[in-house]
């Protein structure tokens, strides 16, 4: 059966080779290889790219264990000497960059670690151990991929499914949460038509450079002045494109909106003042043609089942300095769909992989949250999880959690 594994040459490796959504072929043949060496039976290709592992050891409960392959195309500027340096064709035949910069790698890396230890100590537990490496959770449609084709009825529906999201708390803390923990996000595109024409005879053209303007800096008032203050909410206009020279006035300018939201009604209010405001701009500023707006990816809130934390935490806090609430995280995560799919109840944690020396002096938890704002985020260019202790003590989570699960589930 499987043995220890050198999880920062698994890490390094990973780093060094990240690949987008739906194109992880060489992560899923590393991970593929480390399961088999564990002693799984490996699936490969469920939901296009992903991996599914499976341990069986007698009677017991079906426990799902997750983690995400996908990297992102950002250029990474850490300096590390595993920096990835590798670039991809995006599916559209765009040339980008590649980085981990979500920290995938790390949660793949813990989990074929974790995986390793339960299957060398087969004795301390019996059931079925399903290990579900999935693909493309930054496109927010890899987990309903490996649903789709076929995932609870191939390999049985799981009794919970666990998993974990290293963030920039300190290694050696645990962030963990009843209730919803992740927001729900919701890609939105839109089209602004104008009518083009020379830089120097504005007065011939409708601008779509400033429609698109002050539709951004509308849209900055739907969480400000139509949101209660204790609604959740955060909208992002990550991307505005439009025009090619100084001296053109384009026909079109394209947004690319983000929406965090943790409840339903607060959703569709954000989403309609989004309609409402783009289309609004548009006819204040003689649109030719009504704005183009799309709904693209969706991702649903990540919600805890509190008995299922309740039953889990105990076994985090045996591995970890501390676990505390980190509040909601108005990131968004994918994982929720396998246990909703399951019918299953999701236990999801934060796990730390910030420089512990960087929270000095800090004692509480609102202290530590303010600590983190000084650090690389997750997306960013610079964002690198401590290796030591981040990886050990991610494994030593999911082990933990998973045989809380096996042993008394």
């Excluded at 949460?177 to 005879?201: E, I, K, N, P, Y």
């Excluded at 409840?263 to 289309?279: C, D, H, K, P």
Aim: hydrophobic residues 45%.
């Amino acid at each position: 059966m499987g043995g220890a594994l050198d999880l920062p040459a698994v890490y390094t490796d990973l780093h060094a080779n990240p690949e987008l959504g739906f194109h992880e072929t060489r992560t899923a043949d590393l991970v593929s290889a480390q399961l088999s060496a564990s002693g799984f039976d490996v699936t490969t290709g469920v939901g296009r790219t992903g991996v599914v592992g499976v341990l069986r050891n007698g009677d017991g409960p079906l426990v799902l264990v997750r983690a995400d392959m996908d990297a992102l195309p950002v250029e990474e500027k850490t300096g590390l000497p595993y920096a990835s340096v590798r670039r991809a064709l995006t599916d559209t035949g765009t040339e980008v960059p590649l980085m981990h910069a979500c920290g995938h790698d790390v949660h793949v890396t813990c989990l074929l670690g974790a995986c390793a230890v339960l299957s060398a100590d087969s004795s301390s537990w019996s059931g079925t151990l399903v290990a579900v490496l999935q693909p493309a959770e930054e496109l927010g449609a890899g987990a309903q991929a490996m649903v789709d084709d076929g995932l609870f009825e191939r390999f049985d529906r799981p009794a919970v499914v666990l998993g974990q999201h290293v963030g920039p708390l300190p290694a050696g803390i645990i962030g963990l949460r009843h209730g919803a923990a992740f927001a729900a996000a919701d890609t939105v595109s839109v089209v602004l038509h104008g009518r083009g024409g020379h830089g120097s005879r504005p007065e011939a053209s409708v601008d779509p450079v400033v429609m698109a303007a002050a539709t951004v800096m509308r849209l900055q008032t739907i969480v400000s002045r139509e949101l209660a203050g204790s609604d959740t909410a955060v909208l992002t206009v990550g991307s505005l494109h439009a025009g090619s020279a100084a001296n053109i006035i384009p026909d079109r300018a394209e947004l690319q909106v983000s929406i965090r939201t943790t409840g339903a009604e607060v959703r569709a209010r954000v989403l309609a003042a989004i309609e409402r405001i783009v289309r609004g701009e548009a006819v204040a500023a003689g649109a030719p043609r009504d704005p183009e707006i799309t709904l693209g990816a969706s991702f649903p809130a990540v919600v805890n089942d509190p008995d299922a934390v309740d039953f889990t935490q105990p076994a985090l806090e045996a591995v970890s300095r501390m676990v505390v609430d980190p509040g909601l995280v108005t990131g968004s995560e994918d994982v929720g769909v396998l246990a909703t799919a399951a019918g299953a109840p999701c236990v999801f944690w934060i796990l730390g992989g910030a420089d512990p020396a960087r929270f000095e002096g800090a004692a509480t938890v609102e202290e530590i949250a303010a600590r983190t704002l000084e650090l690389p985020s997750n997306h960013s260019p610079m964002y690198a999880p401590e290796i030591v202790p981040t990886l050990d003590i991610g494994a030593a989570a999911l082990v933990a959690a998973a045989r809380k699960w096996l042993e008394e589930g």
